[in-house]
Each structure stands twice: as C-alpha cells, then as structure tokens.
C-alpha cells in the first residue's frame, strides 16, 4: 500500500473518528449537518485499509512479525479505543478494536498456514467470528470485506474486481442492512483508488524503500489519536453521562 494511500486513509479515519466522538452520536458538540458528512467521508478508510492489510499478508517476507505487529496494534488500541468511543462505558460487548489488526491478521494467518485459501474456507473463518463487535461496528461483516479483498487478489485483474467487490459490500451493509445509503457514497473513492492501483500486485511499497520510521508512526496513529480524543471526550463530558 503506497504511503500517499496511507496517509489518504489515516485522514479520513481521523475525521470519522472525530465525527464520531464529538457529532450526533457521541457528545453532540458537532451540528448534524457537520458531523454526517463526517461520518461519510470517514467510510473511505476502512475499505483501504482492508485492502492493504490483505496486500500486506500476501506480500511480507515475514508473515510472523507481519502478525505480531497486527496483533501488538490492537493490544495497545483497546483502552484507547474504549475510552473515545464508549467513554466511562467500558462495557466490553462494544470495545474490541481488532478489526483493523488482530482478528483479520488472524484469519489471514490461518489462511496463510493453510496454503490455500478458497471460498468455502473464508466463509467458515468468518462466521466463526460472528457476533463479536469491532472498531466501525461491522463485525464479522467486515472480515468478510478483507477475506473478500485477499481472495479476488488472486484474480487476473484484481484491482476491478476488488474494486466492485467494495461497493457491493457497502451496498449491502450500508444500504440493505443499516438502511443509511448515504454512506455508501464515501466508499465510491476509495473503490476508484483500488481500480486504479491494479488491486494488490501494486498496493505494496515502492521498489525503494521508503523510511521505516513511517511505519511505526502509521502503527501509532491509530491508539495515539483515540487516547487524545478519549481525554478530551472525558473532559468534556457532562458529570453523570
């Protein structure tokens, strides 16, 4: 995944969050007509970062630091993630913030190990996941995005593929599912960006390396920014809520 992707995802996962905290749905400082839009630019991050996460897996040299980097990611997001988003609710029925790192690195190992990864096999990963809440409250709906990516990887053209792939599966979360069409209009970037690019033969980094350093400030970015907005939710929420 290019580092301009990168940064075009860090961004509007930012704005969602921030929507999130301070919009309709959490403190209401945020008017309405501010804050949707928020929310609507903010659905362009996930499907990225299931895309370069499933590119990610196919492309590391070493699928285990490649995990344990995942996996340490979520570890250190849960308090974090909880607090800006639940506040003093720390009810863990709607804190488990792995859906960007530990369970689809998990899934993915699996279908790593297993050397061959078919449509039956995906399915059966992800319903196994089912019923646990995650970070952009799609569940195991979610997963199904970043296995549908991962599979359609292998395709001849991957990138066209995927790119439908993403729009029918906001269509059918987004549309069918939570009734709010709206949003799938923050996904129609996002799925031009993944046709453009090629689909995952091309996500990868560049033949020159880019600064390592950049990593692990992409991998800090997620807890460090939910941290700062769970302190100034807390602070700025009334006593008693």
Do not use: E
């Amino acid at each position: 995944m290019s580092i301009l992707l990168k940064w075009f995802a860090l961004v509007t996962m930012t704005i969602d969050h921030v929507g999130a905290v301070f919009g309709w749905s959490g403190l209401d400082l945020i008017p309405f007509v501010v804050s949707q839009p928020m929310r609507i630019i903010g659905r362009a991050a996930f499907p990225l970062y299931a895309w370069g996460l499933a590119a990610g897996w196919r492309r590391t040299r070493s699928p285990g630091r490649y995990f344990g980097n995942l996996a340490a990611c979520a570890v250190f997001s849960q308090l974090p993630f909880t607090l800006a988003l639940y506040g003093a609710n720390l009810h863990p029925s709607g804190a488990v913030p792995f859906y960007f790192a530990f369970r689809p690195g998990y899934v993915l190992l699996g279908l790593g190990l297993a050397q061959r990864a078919t449509a039956a096999t995906a399915l059966a990963a992800a319903l196994a996941f089912l019923g646990l809440r995650a970070d952009y409250g799609t569940g195991f709906v979610g997963l199904l995005l970043v296995l549908g990516l991962a599979l359609l990887g292998r395709a001849q053209r991957p990138g066209p593929a995927q790119a439908v792939y993403v729009l029918a599966w906001g269509a059918v979360f987004y549309g069918c599912y939570q009734q709010n069409w709206p949003m799938l209009a923050g996904l129609l970037l996002p799925a031009a960006l993944i046709a453009a690019q090629g689909g995952m033969a091309s996500a990868g980094l560049p033949a020159r390396r880019w600064n390592p350093g950049w990593k692990h400030f992409f991998y800090a970015w997620y807890p460090a920014h939910l941290l700062v907005l769970g302190v100034l939710s807390a602070w700025l929420r009334p006593a008693g809520q």
